[in-house]
Antibody, heavy 117, light 111 residues
Framework: QVQLQESGPGLVKPSETLSLTCTVS????????WSWIRQPAGKGLEWIGR???????NYNPSLKSRVTMSVDTSKNQFSLKLSSVTAADTAVYYC???????????WGQGTLVTVSS | QSVLTQPPSASGTPGQRVTISCSGS????????VNWYQQLPGTAPKLLIY???QRPSGVPDRFSGSKSGTSASLAISGLQSEDEADYYC????????????FGTGTKVTVL
C-alpha cells in the first residue's frame, strides 16, 4: 500500500521560503507524476504544481514565480519550495500521486504550515 | 476564484439520492476529463471518481459521475450518514493560464 508523508517546518516567517518534503513508501516514486495541493483553513483546494520523476514540472501560473519542485528518486522523495511567503500562504499542504489525468489516488495526511513572524 | 462552480451545499435523508453539479467552460470541463474528490472532516481528500465516470477500487457503486458539455455531476444514491463530507470536482483548464483547477466545493449534509 502506497503511503505519502509530508514533512517540514510548521512555522515560516513572512518573506522566507517554505520547504516541504514528501516521502513515498510502499511503492516506487518512478514513472508517476507527483503533485502538491494546499488548502487554507475553511477554504477549498488549490493545486500548486506537479513533478514527474524525470524532473519535468508544471506549476500553477498564479504561483509559478515562487514555486520550485524537485525529486530525489534515490530517496523516494519529492519536494516543494515556495519563496517570499506571506500570511496568504498559510494552509494545510498535501502531497499526492497522480493516477493519470491529474486524478490523485494517494494523498499524504497533510501538514499545516503557518506563515507568521 | 475557482473557474468550476458548485453549489455550496446539498442535503438529503438516508437512502435518498443527492446530485451535485459542477459548471465549467469549454476550456476545462468541455475539453478535459473530470475528477471528483470526497473530503471527510479533518482528513485528506479521497479520489471518488476519475475520468468523468470511473470509480477507483473500493469506492461504492452508490457514487457515480457524468459529464455533458461544460458541466459535470456527481450522484450519490442510497445516501448514508458517512457520506456527510465536502465534495470537489476538478479538471485541467486549457486557458491562457493553463492549470489544474478544483471546484468551489459542496458540503453534503445527511439530515
Amino acid at each position: 500500500q502506497v503511503q505519502l508523508q509530508e514533512s517540514g517546518p510548521g512555522l515560516v516567517k513572512p518573506s522566507e521560503t517554505l520547504s516541504l518534503t514528501c516521502t513515498v513508501s510502499g511503492g516506487s516514486i518512478s514513472s508517476y507524476y507527483w503533485s502538491w495541493i494546499r488548502q487554507p483553513a475553511g477554504k477549498g483546494l488549490e493545486w500548486i504544481g506537479r513533478i514527474y520523476t524525470s524532473g519535468s514540472t508544471n506549476y500553477n501560473p498564479s504561483l509559478k514565480s515562487r514555486v520550485t519542485m524537485s525529486v530525489d528518486t534515490s530517496k523516494n522523495q519529492f519536494s516543494l519550495k515556495l519563496s517570499s511567503v506571506t500570511a496568504a500562504d498559510t494552509a494545510v499542504y498535501y502531497c499526492a500521486r497522480d493516477l493519470g489525468g491529474l486524478a490523485f489516488d494517494y494523498w499524504g495526511q497533510g501538514t499545516l504550515v503557518t506563515v507568521s513572524s | 476564484q475557482s473557474v468550476l462552480t458548485q453549489p455550496p451545499s446539498a442535503s438529503g435523508t438516508p437512502g435518498q439520492r443527492v446530485t451535485i453539479s459542477c459548471s465549467g467552460s469549454s476550456s476545462n470541463i468541455g475539453s478535459n476529463t473530470v475528477n471528483w474528490y470526497q473530503q471527510l472532516p479533518g482528513t485528506a481528500p479521497k479520489l471518488l471518481i476519475y475520468s468523468n465516470n470511473q470509480r477507483p477500487s473500493g469506492v461504492p457503486d452508490r457514487f457515480s459521475g457524468s459529464k455533458s458539455g461544460t458541466s459535470a455531476s456527481l450522484a450519490i444514491s442510497g445516501l448514508q450518514s458517512e457520506d456527510e463530507a465536502d465534495y470537489y470536482c476538478a479538471a485541467w483548464d486549457d486557458s491562457l493560464n493553463a492549470s489544474y483547477v478544483f471546484g468551489t466545493g459542496t458540503k453534503v449534509t445527511v439530515l
